[in-house]
C-alpha cells in the first residue's frame, strides 16, 4: 500500500501560476499553520509559509464521479512525499475512504468513515476487493481531498 500524493507535474504548474479545476489561478495566501495540509509533500505547511489555495480534481479527466473540491500546496515548489508510512497530513481522528474503480468512478459501499487507527487496515481491505484501483482520503468534516491510496 502506497500513498500517493499529487503528481510533481501538477503541483509545479500550479505553483507557477497555472489555472485550477475551475479556470482560476490559484490564491496565494499565508499559512496559520492550524492544519493546512499541502498534497504534494503531504506535510503540513509551516505557520507564516505561503500557500496556495486551490480548486483541485484528483482524477485524470471530468465525468461524473470526478469531484473538483478546495485544496492547499506550498506556494514554492516541494519534494514529493509518499510512500507506505502514514503522511504528516493526515492529523486528524476521523477521515472518509473511498473506493474506486478504473474507470476512476465510486464503487458504491466503499465509503465510509474511519478512524485514523484503522485507516491503513479499511485501505488494505478495500484495496483487496478487485473492483477497487485506488482509494481516496478525504476530510471526514468537509469531504476535502487528501491523498490517494495506491496498492
Same mark, same amino acid.
Given at each position: 500500500?502506497?500513498?500517493?500524493?499529487?503528481?510533481?507535474?501538477?503541483?509545479?504548474?500550479?505553483?507557477? +501560476?497555472?489555472?485550477?479545476?475551475?479556470?482560476?489561478?490559484? @490564491?496565494?495566501?499565508?499559512?496559520?499553520?492550524?492544519?493546512?495540509?499541502? %498534497?504534494?509533500?503531504?506535510?503540513?505547511? &509551516?505557520? +507564516?509559509?505561503?500557500?496556495?489555495?486551490?480548486?483541485?480534481? &484528483?482524477?485524470?479527466?471530468?465525468?461524473?464521479?470526478?469531484?473538483?473540491? &478546495?485544496?492547499?500546496?506550498?506556494?514554492?515548489?516541494?519534494?514529493? +512525499?509518499?510512500?507506505?508510512?502514514? &503522511?504528516?497530513?493526515? @492529523?486528524?481522528?476521523?477521515?472518509?475512504?473511498?473506493?474506486?474503480?478504473?474507470?476512476?468512478?465510486?464503487?458504491? +459501499?466503499?465509503?465510509?468513515?474511519?478512524?485514523?487507527?484503522?485507516?491503513? @487496515? @479499511?485501505?488494505?481491505? %478495500?484495496?483487496?476487493?478487485?473492483?477497487?484501483?485506488?482509494?481516496?482520503?478525504?476530510?471526514? %468534516?468537509?469531504?476535502?481531498?487528501?491523498?490517494?491510496?495506491?496498492?
Amino acid at each position: 500500500m502506497r500513498f500517493s500524493p499529487i503528481s510533481t507535474l501538477i503541483a509545479r504548474a500550479y505553483q507557477s +501560476g497555472g489555472l485550477d479545476a475551475n479556470g482560476q489561478v490559484p @490564491e496565494r495566501q499565508i499559512s496559520d499553520g492550524d492544519g493546512n495540509p499541502c %498534497r504534494h509533500c503531504l506535510n503540513l505547511i &509551516p505557520k +507564516g509559509a505561503e500557500m496556495l489555495v486551490l480548486a483541485h480534481r &484528483p482524477f485524470p479527466a471530468p465525468q461524473p464521479y470526478a469531484e473538483v473540491g &478546495p485544496i492547499f500546496l506550498c506556494a514554492d515548489a516541494c519534494e514529493a +512525499g509518499g510512500g507506505a508510512a502514514m &503522511p504528516q497530513i493526515l @492529523e486528524s481522528p476521523t477521515y472518509i475512504l473511498r473506493g474506486y474503480g478504473p474507470d476512476d468512478r465510486i464503487v458504491y +459501499g466503499t465509503g465510509a468513515v474511519v478512524a485514523i487507527e484503522t485507516l491503513p @487496515e @479499511e485501505a488494505a481491505r %478495500r484495496l483487496a476487493d478487485p473492483r477497487i484501483a485506488y482509494v481516496h482520503v478525504r476530510s471526514a %468534516r468537509n469531504n476535502c481531498f487528501q491523498v490517494r491510496i495506491d496498492a
